[in-house]
C-alpha cells in the first residue's frame, strides 16, 4: 500500500536533505533488475499463453513451473517480467470495474482446498462474510475470475501445495487447481513459482497430464567460474554506481568467491548481499567521500567509497553472524554453511571451530 500523499511530504520536510537523497538512491537500487536468460525464456511463455488467449479457441489453458532455490531470484524475475508486460496491467471497464488479466497471490501455508479458495477470493478483493464451505468458495472463485476478465494466476510459494500430505488431501487439492485450467468456457492458466520440490507436482499426477501441460523453468545456482565470477564483479559496478558508490578496493577473485559463497551461489541472494552493502555505505559517515555537485530538490549530492567492511556488515545483518561465521572476516569461510529461510534470510550457520571439534567427537 502506497504512504499517503500528505503523510510523504509531512517525511519529506521533516528528515535531513541528506536523508531524502539517499531514499532517492534507494529507490533507484530497487528498482534495478539484473536480467538473466531466464528473462527471455519467461517472457516466451507468457506470450504463448497471450496467443491462445487471444485465439479464442482454447478449450483448456496449462501451467508454467517456475522452480528454483531460495534465494535463486526467481520471484524477482517473475515480477518483473510481469509488470514489463502491459498486457498484465489492470484496466477499468467502462462502468470503472477494475478487470485483471493476471491474478497473483503467495499459496497459503499448510494450503487445503479451501484455504486455497479463500486466498484466491481475497486476491479478487473479495472477502467472505462468513465461514462457507468448499463449494460455495469455488463457486465464487470461478464467478469472480469472470467478472474481473482474469484468465491466469500466478502461485509463489507452491511447495506449499506439494508439501501438503496425501492424508491432509492432497489428491483433492491437486484435482481442484489442475480443474481451474479446464472450466468449461473459461480456462484458466496458471504460473506456480516455487522451490524444486513443486516439480513433484508434476510426478504425483496419475494421468500424465500436467507433465504435457506444464513447461518447467529452472533457475540454478550460480557457478564457480570465470564467466559467473566477471558476472558478479559486473553486478557491483552497476549497483554501486547507481548508488553513487565508488570502489575503493580491488575486486579479486577470491573476494568475489567469497561473496558467491556467501550468497549460496544463488544469484537472488548474493545481489542482496550487494545491495546490502551499499546501504551500510551509505550510512558510514567515515565512508562519505564528498558532496559534490549543486544542491536539489532532493538535497545534497552525496558521493561514499564502498570498503570492505561494508560487506562484512551486510553479511552480518542478513545472517545475524558472528565474527567467526562471517564470510568476508573468516580464514576459512568456505566451511561456513548457511540456508535461506522464508523471510529470505540467511541462517543455521556453524563456525569452523565448532565444525571441527564436532568432528573429532
Not at 248 to 271: K, Q, Y
Request: hydrophobic share 40%; glycine share 6%.
Amino acid at each position: 500500500m502506497n504512504m499517503n500523499a500528505q503523510m510523504l511530504a509531512h517525511l519529506q520536510k521533516t528528515v535531513s536533505p541528506h536523508t531524502v537523497s539517499r531514499s532517492a538512491l534507494l529507490s533507484e537500487l530497487k528498482a534495478i533488475h539484473i536480467a538473466t536468460e531466464k528473462d527471455d525464456v519467461l517472457d516466451k511463455e507468457l506470450e504463448v499463453i497471450l496467443a491462445h488467449i487471444i485465439s479464442g479457441n482454447a478449450t483448456e489453458g496449462f501451467a508454467i513451473l517456475l522452480s528454483g532455490k531460495s534465494g535463486a531470484g526467481k520471484s524477482t524475475i517473475l515480477e518483473k517480467r510481469l509488470d514489463d508486460n502491459p498486457a498484465f496491467a489492470p484496466i477499468k471497464d467502462e462502468f470503472g470495474n477494475e478487470l485483471r488479466l493476471c491474478l497473483r497471490l503467495k499459496t497459503p501455508a499448510s494450503c487445503s482446498v479451501k484455504s486455497l479458495g479463500k486466498a484466491i477470493l481475497r486476491a479478487t478483493g473479495y472477502h467472505l462474510d462468513r465461514d462457507r464451505n468448499e463449494d460455495y468458495i469455488w463457486a465464487k472463485v470461478t464467478e469472480r475470475l469472470q467478472k474481473m476478465q482474469t484468465r491466469i494466476i500466478v502461485l509463489d510459494e507452491f511447495q506449499h501445495v506439494v508439501n501438503t500430505p496425501p492424508s491432509k488431501g492432497y489428491l483433492h487439492l491437486s484435482d481442484t487447481i489442475k480443474n481451474l485450467m479446464q472450466v468449461p468456457g473459461w480456462p484458466v492458466w496458471l504460473i506456480l513459482s516455487g522451490v524444486p520440490d513443486i516439480e513433484r507436482f508434476l510426478d504425483r499426477d496419475p494421468n500424465g497430464q500436467m507433465d504435457r501441460r506444464a513447461p518447467v523453468i529452472a533457475i540454478g545456482n550460480l557457478e564457480d567460474d570465470e564467466f559467473d565470477r566477471e558476472r558478479v564483479k559486473q553486478i557491483i559496478h552497476v549497483l554501486a554506481e547507481t548508488c553513487k558508490c565508488e570502489i575503493a578496493f580491488p575486486i579479486e577473485a577470491e573476494f568475489v568467491r567469497r561473496l558467491m559463497h556467501g550468497g549460496l551461489f544463488r544469484l537472488g541472494t548474493t545481489i542482496q548481499l550487494i545491495k546490502n552493502a551499499l546501504v551500510c555505505c551509505m550510512w558510514d559517515d567515515e565512508a562519505l567521500k564528498a558532496e559534490t555537485g549543486e544542491a536539489s530538490s532532493a538535497g545534497q549530492a552525496l558521493r561514499w567509497e564502498l570498503a570492505p567492511r561494508h560487506f562484512e556488515e551486510g553479511y552480518r545483518r542478513l545472517s545475524n553472524c558472528s565474527e567467526a561465521t562471517n564470510v568476508f572476516r573468516a580464514s576459512k569461510w568456505w566451511e561456513i554453511v548457511r540456508e535461506v529461510d522464508e523471510d529470505g534470510n540467511l541462517v543455521a550457520a556453524a563456525a569452523p571451530e565448532k565444525k571441527m571439534k564436532a568432528s573429532k567427537k
